[in-house]
């Protein structure tokens, strides 16, 4: 079955960085479009950034500049570097991989960024 492992987080000072990670499996990784959202303290899960299977990118508008979504398949794994890092980036972070009737979550790591 599907399988997403995140590591990664932490807390950090505004204008530091840090790495995201997960690792998929259960599925052929390089064929699936993948994304991180995030959940702020008290607030809705968004979307943060995609990646598709070509290697395509987006990003929310707060994180442009700051964030990058990358991919290897031959690790079956997906990043998310987050620079320049704001207090309002303090969610927790989850990798999540769709298909058509049902999509999958990672556990969720949390971030913290202290001003």
């Known amino acids: 079955q599907v399988h997403l492992r995140q590591s990664g987080g932490g807390l950090v000072q505004a204008g530091g960085s840090l790495r995201l990670s997960c690792v998929a499996s259960?599925?052929?990784?390089?064929?699936?479009?993948m994304a991180w959202y995030r959940q702020p303290p008290r607030k809705q899960r968004e979307l943060v950034a995609v990646?598709?299977?070509?290697?395509?990118?987006t990003y929310v508008d707060s994180v442009k500049g700051r964030f990058t979504i990358s991919r290897d398949n031959a690790k079956n794994t997906v990043y998310l570097q987050m620079n320049s890092l704001k207090p309002e980036d303090t969610a927790v972070y989850y990798c999540n991989v769709p298909f058509p009737d049902v999509d999958y979550w990672g556990q969720g790591t949390q971030v913290t960024v202290s001003s």
């Open positions: 259960g599925y052929i990784f390089s064929t699936k479009t």
């Open positions: 990646i598709d299977s070509g290697g395509t990118t």
